[in-house]
Each structure stands twice: as structure tokens, then as C-alpha cells.
């Protein structure tokens, strides 16, 4: 009878006795009180004031003696225990006979006489007095009778229930006649619940947080160790187990911190909330610490009046909250309780998941719901997945016409989300369809082709695709041995593996490169004549030698790759001369740029062991132009970045610039030797210096100077404004640009050697012109010298040179730079210091500034010794360096200057100052001095040159080494300039003043 509930509270010597009892069960006392069922094993001293029902017992058996026990009461809620092993109806209707008692149920704090933890206390179950009487033969006072073995009475919850715990729950609240699932963690409450669960009180309160971002259950859990510890201090324990206090006023000194703290903890939940049975509990294991999992079921609506002080964990005073009266019949009603239904079932409709849940609720309540109004509308809001504000709104509202409507509202969301989700997924399910059916029907065909002989698998179509590449091409036997172990290999690897992907990759880039094809070259020298000049002006050096290297190729039949160098400032054509030489020799082209490469792979390929390798750049380039000779441009071959982890960009390209190399040139992705010997590289720098020299030797350099003004004017007059009308829609005679006007902007505006800057503001005066035709409308715009600034802004250079009359100790040089030529000024001054007696000073400073370079420094050291040895020679009697403190200037501090072409200059500034002389006007000079006086060669002869006109220069002085390279330059650049060749300083000295100093 019960085995499960004596397990719990007898000790283990009882039930050994009790498994000796051959059978036979002992006489028990099935009392009701409340709605709880309780046994009593036979006791001495039953509880006072308990009403029992009529009393129902088992035979005691005669060998057991009359022993008595103290009463240990078991509780049992639920609708039965467990299975009937005899079969016998009588547990489903258990006490049908017994009384509804009158009182009133017991508080969860009404322990049995044993105390509040009965079940833990370690004091007998008999005692010497038992023993004894047993052991005398006496017998029981209970009458005897037979005892059913059905279960106990079915547990009913009790409509008043003063005191609950509190439990915080997440998410939604738990509305009446519905079931919620709430985990714990809290030791100290898990362990009340249990007891709770143990002696017939399985109730709690269900609240709802405010904030789930504030651990409620934490703050409830802190509430209940302050209210612990007041209890503690402020009371005392009885014997029987319940604490209670003797004078009232200790209790409530010690009250004000567990009361804060759980008025606090309260506040944090609302106030509104749900009293529930504890239908099942288990306990779980979760993140490594033992839980509490409960299935609660919700009854009715409670408010939370107080804290139950001194209790833990916390516990609130609660009232039953009813609605307020309604008619049933009422129309408005009537209709809101239909349209909740429908809504419902059209929920139910679009999302099949609430299908089942929603009949279960349904055949439960035995479709009781759908006949209250008040529990439709719970029902209805427990299965939206709204807002939890608005679903405790709906636990709140006691106007059951409010909560349908608000109820309502909530469904009607669901069902929008229910058919907007329905839409998404059937739009996605029919994309899945469709492409589920388009991969049956292409399967099928396949299967159909093959059958009939049309078609083959896939790995023979891929491997016959490779061999029909392969036609008409003339490989070497090296790379056709390849190819030919890399089909058969193909043939026996699973399509599905990863080796096949590797090695079908590889074969496509073996096929794709053009082995022995190469395109039609033209070879007609006066076809690539036109072409050239069509596309550029000027420019002679570079097309001169393209068309050697057609007229050699019209010689010889065939026509050889070259490595050539274009070098030379910002704007003078390179890259797009390039383009001219590829249509001029009807060759493709293909650029690539180095500036900043650091990664040999680029030129080389990766290795075929890394995922993702690719060939470098020269396979990628014949494999897009499709044959063996097109013209390659490497541009800003200057620019690129050194050796690091990853190699030498520069000694890859090695291998691919050097003519006796090339022939074979092996990347690493390919593994076999390619010919790109055929290749006619182009490549671009504006200074030779960063390249390193073994590269370098293999280029053939050709330079490429500024533009003078006359080839300026001719570029904007024939490609530049042209260009810039056509970019505006601005073609005809609705733009006038004035040649007085363009000669302006180069003189005034753009004076660099290139045309870039050049094409920037004749497109900015067709911008501004567009908008006046657009905005004023302006049917036509002429831009002259005068209106030029309202176009372009003010003219950058105002002056032409920084002087116009030379002062003593200053000369202008004449600089090479990666823009082009420069004028450059040295300026010197002296200060003058003497001993106290007025003997001149020993020795005197020489201080260079001018953000000047390494070589330039030391030329100035020189220039300096050979001043003083000049002067010492030629004019003994002046004492100028060994009186004087001199500084040495460059203007524009800001740009570093270096370069081993000024020391004839500094030479003359300081000559200058020591004889107190100025030099001729408009004269400027460039070279460097030896230490006795020779005037070395310099480089960058019309870049000075040009610089020099542009500056105003009439007379200049170069090296007598440079007459080569002035006899090479254009008329027109020569023009208007007076040359004065120096092979020793006294020829220099002799020209840049008038008369000598005696």
C-alpha cells in the first residue's frame, strides 16, 4: 500500500520489518484533510484539531506484537500512484467515501509535529517505551478492516492559498489552465520546493519579470538569504520545529534589511501573476551544477500584496483576483470570442506546429475553453508568440470584453507573421522545387544521352575537351610527355576527390597555353610610321628605334622579342606609346604593373601544393592574348618592392627579361619550360637608379625628356582639346579655346616636362564651360588670355626666376629630377670675424644648409678648396676665406637636393663673394669640378636645357664632355640659347664675368 510514500519516511530497520511481515500489511490510517491525503502508521499521539474521515484499516498481524510508532505523515497529490497491479477500479476513484473537509488547508509552514524537516530528522521512529510494549504482546487500538490497495484520493488544489513562494519566470507569463516549463538553479529554493513537493504542498507563485536584462531570480534569491538572516537573529526554534518569536519588537529590529531587500527584489516582477501546481519536477544536470526542472500548470490569478517576512525564500501574501461579471449572451462577446476562434484556426492553418498542442489544450478541457470567454482569450494569448508586456497586459485584464479584444490584437499579429512566414517559406520551397526538378530532368537526359550513345560521363567529356585543345598546337616532347601522364592520371581518379580538382585545374592551364601559335605581324614601315605619329608627337628617339627593329624583322623574315626601357618624368607617354608600338606592329597587349610588388609568385606562379595556386603573370598573360609574340608592358619597373620572406621580385624578373634565358623560362604552377623569347617587353621607369644594375643591363634604355613649349602647344592643339571637347559634348564651335590662351597656360600654369597637368586644366576650362552652357545658357564660350583666370584660378607662376638681377655671391644651376630639368639657385654669405688685436682670424666655418644629400655635401667641400686655391693662385692678396665665416644656401629647404652636378656652380657663387662680384645676367651652368679644377661630364643635358628656357636663360655652361649630347638635341630646343662648352673651371670663370678682378 503506497510503497513509494513509506520509502520516503520510514527508516530502513522499518521496512526490513516490514518485508518480514510475510505479506501481510501493517494497520494504516488513511485520514483526508483538506484536499491532501495522509497516511498514518499507527501513532500514539495523533495531531489535535485534525478532522479524520471514517477510519479504514488492515488485519494486524499477531506475530508482529502491539508496537507502537510516532505518526509520520505522507502526502500524495495527483490523479493516482502508479498502476494498479491487481487490476483494481477502486484506484481510479480512491476514497469515493470520504468527506470534503471543512477546514482549512494548511500553510506550507504548518509542519507535522516532528517539525519542518520531519523527513531529515535523525530522531527514532520508536523509542525504548516502543520497544517494550512490543515486546509485552499488546495489540492495536484501531479496529480491523480491509484496506483498498487502489491509490489515494485524487488531488484537488485549494481555492484559497494566503502564502506562495515566489517564482521569477522569463519570456511569457503562465496563464491559467496552461502548462509552463521553468528550470532552477537557486539551491535554497530548490531545496523548499522539494520539501514543498514531499509534505502535499506543490504550489508556487508565477510572476513574470519587468526587465529580463535584471536577474530577477537572482535578486529573489538575495531577498530570501536577508530575510534568513533576520529570522535568524530575531527568533527563536521551538521544539517542534516552527520558529517563532517571543517578543514581537525583536522581530521587527531586525526587519528593516530582509524587508528592503525583498520589497526590491518584488518590484522587480509584476505584480500580477499566476498560482500554479507543480504537476512534475526532475532533477538535471546543466553547466555543471544541479537544477530543478518543473512542469507547472496555472489555476487562477493572483496579486501580490507583501513579503511574508522572515521567510525563505521569499514568499508573498497573495489574494485571488476574479473578473469582473460579464454576460455571455453579450453580442459584442459573442463576436469577439468568434473571431478569436477563426483567427485561430487560421493560424492553425498556416502553421501546422500549433496543430497538435492546440487539440491536446482542446480535448484536456474537454472544449470547456471555447465556452468561456475568459479562458478563450488565455488561450488565444498563450499561443502567440507576442511581446511578454503585452501578454501580461492580457493576465491583468479583469474585463473579460478588454482582455478578448487585447487578445485579439495579439492574434491577429500571430496570423500576419503566420502568412508572411507561409509566404517566404513557399517561395523558398518552390526555388527548391524548381531547382530540385530542373536537376531530375538534366539527370534523366543524361542517363537518356548515355543509353543511346549521345552522350558520354563526365570525365570523358572533360578529358576529350583537353584533347581537342591540344589540336593544332606544336609543343615540346617534354611538355607533351606531361600532358599525356596528367590525361591518364585524370582517367583513374574519383571525380568527387580532391586531386582530381588539382589536377583537371592544371590541365586547363596546360591547353590554354598558345604553344607555337603567334599572330601576323605587319612589318610595313610606313604604316608604323603613320601610326606613331598619329598617336604622339615628338618623340623621335623612341619611334626611330621601333623602326629599326621592324626594318631588321622585314630583313630577317622574323621578328625577335627585345627588352626595352622607356625612362623619363610624369607625363611624357611612356605607357601610352606603348600602345601605339603594339597597333603599329599588330601585336597584342597586355600591361601588367610591378610598383610595389613584393610577392615572387606573381612572376614566377605559386607551387601546385598550395590551394588556390596560379600561374604568375607571363602565363596569365599568353594564356589571355592567346599567342607567343605580344608586347608585354612592365610598367613602374622602378617602383618595385624589394626581397623579403616572400623572394626578389627584381631576380625573377631576371629570368624573364634576359633573351638568352627567356627561351625556357619555367614557372612554378607549370613546371615545364615555356618559350617567351618571342615577347617584345616594354618597360617604364622615371628613374634608373632604384632598378637594380644587373636588370638594368639587360634593358635597352631609351630616354624620354620633356616637352618644350612649342611640342606642348602642339599636344594641346592636335590630341588634348579635342580630347577634353569630345569627354563634354562640347564639339564645333560652342567652345573657343584661343592658342594665345593655351600658350598662357603653359607658361603661367603648367611648366612641368610632362603634359599630364596640362590635360587637367584644359579639361577644367571645358568643365566650367559645359556648366555655362548648361546654366546660363551660353550659346557660346571663348577662353582667352584675359578670361583665362576665370577658368583656371591665378596663375601659379608669376615670375620666371626667383631674380632678376643676380646678386653677389648667388648663381643659378641647372638640375636634373625625376619631373624633369629644374633651375636651381646657390646663394652664399659672409660674416666676418677678427681677433681682439684686429688679426685676422686662422681659420673660418663653412656651413652648407638646403635639406642637401650626401654628394652634394661633399661637392660643396670641394668646391670650397678649390675657391680657396683659385684665389690663393690667381689674387694672393685677398684673404677673404680665412677672414670670413661663409653659409652656403639652397632655396626650397623643404626638397631634399642631391646629385653630383653642382659644384660648378657653388664654385662660382663662392668666387663670386670672395671677389665681390656678381656674375653676367641670364646665365646658368651645370657641372661638376675635380679637386684641380676639371669640369666633369653630368647627365641630363636637355632636360637643363629645357629647364633652362623655360626659365629665361639666355647663355648656359655644360661640359665640354657633353658636346655629344647637346648635337643630338632639336633645333628648336637649341634655338635662342647661347652654349659655352668648359673643359677646365678658367674657361667657366672666364664667362661668367665680365672682366677679371685686379
Request: aromatic share 6%; charged share 25%; proline share 5%.
Given at each position: ?5 513509506f ?59 502491539t ?17 494498479d497491479p491487481?487490476?483494481?477500479e ?141 529570522k ?31 520589497s ?154 503566420a ?69 591518364r ?33 605587319s ?34 623574315g ?8 622607356f ?46 595556386a ?24 622602378d ?53 637594380p ?28 582639346v ?58 557660346e ?91 690663393f ?35 662660382t ?61 632639336e ?28
Open positions: 500500500f503506497f510503497p513509494r510514500c520509502l520516503l519516511h520510514m527508516r530502513s530497520s522499518v521496512l526490513r520489518w516490514l518485508s518480514s511481515s510475510g505479506g501481510s500489511s501493517p494497520s494504516v490510517l488513511v485520514l483526508r484533510r483538506g484536499l491532501q491525503s495522509a497516511v498514518y502508521v499507527r501513532s500514539q499521539h495523533p495531531p489535535a484539531g485534525v478532522a479524520t474521515s471514517t477510519p479504514r484499516v488492515l488485519p494486524w498481524p499477531s506475530a508482529l506484537g508496537r507502537s510508532f510516532h505518526m509520520t505523515r505522507v502526502l500524495y497529490s495527483g490523479e493516482g500512484d502508479g498502476d491487481d487490476g483494481d477502486s484506484r481510479k476513484k480512491p476514497n469515493a467515501k470520504a468527506k470534503k473537509p471543512k477546514s482549512k488547508p494548511p500553510a506550507p509552514d504548518e509542519k507535522s509535529p516532528r517539525g519542518a524537516n520531519a523527513e531529515e530528522s535523525e530522531e527514532p521512529l520508536f523509542d525504548a517505551a516502543d520497544d517494550q510494549a512490543s515486546r509485552s504482546g499488546g495489540s492495536s487500538s484501531l479496529p480491523s478492516a480491509k484496506l483498498n490497495t487502489g491509490g489515494l484520493a485524487q488531488h484537488k488544489v485549494p481555492d484559497e492559498y494566503p502564502e506562495v513562494i515566489v517564482l521569477p519566470v522569463d519570456d511569457s507569463p503562465v496563464f491559467p489552465r496552461f502548462i509552463k516549463v521553468v528550470e532552477l538553479r537557486d539551491g535554497e529554493m530548490i531545496r523548499r520546493i522539494q520539501h514543498n513537493i514531499r509534505t502535499g504542498h506543490p504550489y508556487v507563485g508565477a510572476f513574470l519579470r519587468k526587465d529580463t536584462s535584471v536577474d530577477a531570480a537572482a535578486a529573489v534569491a538575495a531577498a530570501s538569504a536577508a530575510a534568513q538572516e533576520k535568524e537573529d530575531g527568533t527563536q526554534t521551538e521544539d517542534s520545529g516552527h520558529g517563532t518569536s517571543d517578543d514581537d519588537s525583536n522581530n521587527d529590529n531586525g526587519s528593516d534589511n530582509g524587508d528592503d531587500a525583498a526590491g527584489a518584488l518590484d522587480l516582477l509584476y505584480r500580477v501573476g499566476t498560482f500554479a501546481h507543480i504537476q512534475e519536477s526532475a532533477t538535471v544536470m546543466s553547466e555543471g551544477e544541479n537544477r530543478l526542472r518543473l512542469l507547472l500548470m496555472g489555476h487562477r490569478r493572483i496579486l501580490a500584496i507583501e513579503p511574508v517576512r522572515g521567510v525563505r525564500p521569499l514568499t508573498v501574501r497573495v489574494e485571488n483576483m476574479h473578473e469582473e461579471p460579464y454576460d455571455k449572451n453579450n453580442p459584442t462577446i459573442k463576436a469577439l470570442s468568434g473571431e478569436v476562434i477563426t483567427t485561430v484556426r487560421d493560424i492553425v492553418k498556416l502553421n501546422p506546429l500549433f496543430r497538435e498542442t492546440i487539440q491536446r489544450t482542446l480535448e484536456v478541457s474537454n472544449h470547456r475553453i471555447l465556452q468561456e470567454p475568459p479562458l478563450l482569450a488565455d488561450f488565444g494569448t498563450a499561443f502567440t508568440s507576442a511581446d511578454s508586456k503585452d501578454m501580461q497586459a492580457v493576465l491583468e485584464e479583469m474585463n473579460v470584453k478588454q482582455r478578448l479584444s487585447k487578445s485579439l490584437d495579439l492574434l491577429k499579429q500571430e496570423h500576419l507573421q502568412k508572411l512566414q507561409n509566404q517566404i517559406r513557399a517561395e523558398v520551397e518552390e526555388k527548391i522545387n524548381k531547382s530540385r526538378r530542373q536537376h531530375l530532368l538534366e539527370e534523366q537526359l543524361k542517363i537518356i544521352k548515355k543509353e543511346l550513345g549521345l552522350t558520354k560521363d563526365d570525365k570523358e567529356a572533360i578529358i576529350e575537351k583537353f584533347r581537342a585543345r591540344l589540336q593544332g598546337l606544336h609543343m615540346s616532347d617534354q611538355v607533351s610527355q606531361v600532358i599525356e601522364e596528367e590525361l592520371k585524370l582517367q583513374f581518379l574519383d571525380p568527387n576527390s580532391s586531386e582530381f580538382s588539382v589536377s583537371r585545374n592544371y590541365l586547363d592551364w596546360l591547353t590554354l597555353v598558345p604553344w607555337g601559335k603567334s599572330s601576323d605581324e612589318l610595313d614601315i610606313a604604316h608604323a610610321q603613320a601610326v606613331l605619329d598619329e598617336d604622339h608627337f615628338g618623340l623621335k628617339d623612341v619611334k626611330e628605334r621601333i623602326l629599326e627593329f621592324i626594318a631588321v624583322g622585314a630583313l630577317v622574323t621578328v625577335q622579342g627585345k627588352i626595352l626601357c625612362s623619363g618624368p610624369p607625363g611624357v607617354g611612356k605607357t601610352s606609346i606603348a600602345k601605339s608600338i603594339a597597333r603599329a606592329l599588330n601585336r597584342e597587349y597586355f600591361r601588367f604593373s610591378v610598383g610595389g610588388l613584393h610577392d615572387v609568385a606573381e612572376i614566377k606562379g605559386h607551387r601546385r601544393t598550395y590551394v588556390g596560379m600561374p604568375g603573370k607571363m602565363i596569365q598573360c599568353l594564356k589571355k592574348v592567346k599567342c607567343e609574340n605580344p608586347l608585354v608592358l612592365i610598367d613602374e619597373i617602383k618595385i618592392g624589394r626581397g623579403g620572406h616572400n623572394g626578389d621580385p627584381t631576380s625573377a624578373l631576371l629570368e624573364l627579361l634576359d633573351p638568352e634565358q627567356n627561351s625556357g623560362f619555367l614557372d612554378h604552377y607549370l613546371d615545364v619550360p615555356v618559350d617567351v623569347s618571342k615577347v617584345l617587353f616594354i618597360c617604364t621607369a622615371n628613374v634608373l637608379d632604384t632598378i644594375a644587373p636588370l638594368r643591363d639587360r634593358m635597352e634604355i631609351i630616354e624620354l625628356a620633356g616637352y618644350v613649349a612649342e611640342e606642348k602647344m602642339n599636344i594641346a592643339q592636335r590630341y588634348l579635342p580630347q577634353a571637347a569630345k569627354m563634354s559634348a562640347l564639339q564645333g564651335s560652342r567652345v573657343t579655346v584661343q592658342d594665345s590662351a593655351v600658350e598662357k597656360l603653359i607658361r603661367e600654369y603648367c611648366r612641368e616636362s610632362g603634359v599630364r597637368s596640362l590635360q587637367k586644366h584644359i579639361e577644367k576650362i571645358y568643365r566650367k564651360a559645359a556648366l555655362r552652357v548648361v546654366r546660363d545658357n551660353v550659346d564660350v571663348v577662353v582667352s588670355p584675359d578670361n583665362l583666370k576665370d577658368f583656371v584660378g591665378s596663375p601659379k607662376f608669376t615670375s620666371d626666376r626667383m631674380y632678376d638681377e643676380t646678386p653677389v655671391g648667388t648663381v643659378m644651376g641647372l638640375a636634373w629630377t625625376a619631373m624633369g630639368g629644374a633651375a636651381l639657385y646657390v646663394e652664399t654669405v659672409a660674416t666676418r670675424v677678427r681677433t681682439r688685436d684686429n688679426s685676422h682670424t686662422s681659420s673660418s666655418n663653412f656651413r652648407v644648409t638646403g635639406s642637401l644629400g650626401d654628394v652634394m655635401k661633399e661637392s660643396a667641400k670641394i668646391a670650397l678648396s678649390f675657391a680657396k686655391a683659385f684665389v693662385e690667381r689674387y694672393p692678396e685677398n684673404t677673404f676665406f680665412s677672414d670670413a665665416d661663409i653659409s652656403l644656401h639652397v632655396p626650397e629647404g623643404a626638397t631634399p637636393k642631391d646629385g653630383p652636378s653642382a659644384g660648378v656652380t657653388i664654385v657663387a663662392l668666387l663670386s663673394l670672395a671677389l665681390d662680384q656678381p656674375v653676367r645676367p641670364n646665365i646658368a651652368m651645370t657641372g661638376e669640378v675635380s679637386l684641380t679644377g676639371k669640369v666633369l661630364r653630368v647627365g641630363g643635358i636637355k632636360e637643363k636645357l629645357l629647364a633652362a628656357k623655360r626659365n629665361g636663360v639666355t647663355s648656359i655652361i655644360i661640359p665640354d664632355s657633353n658636346r655629344s649630347d647637346y648635337d643630338e638635341l633645333g628648336f630646343i637649341k634655338e635662342g640659347i647661347t652654349v659655352e662648352f668648359a673643359k677646365v673651371y678658367s674657361d667657366v670663370f672666364s664667362f661668367a664675368f665680365e672682366q677679371k678682378h685686379k
